[in-house]
């Protein structure tokens, strides 16, 4: 799994407070990877990278049970120029909080 980072924690600290606070909310963590690399690798990656961060909200006290995890691999890139600084912004972790039903 990756580890999470400086700025990374103090994000995902302050989601899973969200989270704690509002027991009607789940989340759906979405996994991003850049172009490099063939499809089927990015999709094992974007998901664990979305592994990762629900390991560490699961560490903070959010149940397991309220996190889903999905992967788009490379499919979903939000800069296209191929540069370092492009592809790690396409490196991500992008979340959804969703309503219970």
Known sequence: MYEIKGNDKEILSALAELLL?????????????????????????????????KEYLVTLGVSAARISTTSYG????????????????????HFVVQEKK
């Open 74 to 93: 490379q499919e979903q890139q939000v800069c296209t120029e191929p540069s370092e600084d492009c592809w790690w912004k396409n490196r991500r972790v």
């Open 21 to 53: 606070k509002n027991k009607d909310a789940n989340l759906l963590l979405e996994g991003h990877a850049d172009d490099r690399g063939n499809s089927a690798y990015n999709l094992a990656l974007g998901e664990r990278r979305a592994q990762s961060a």
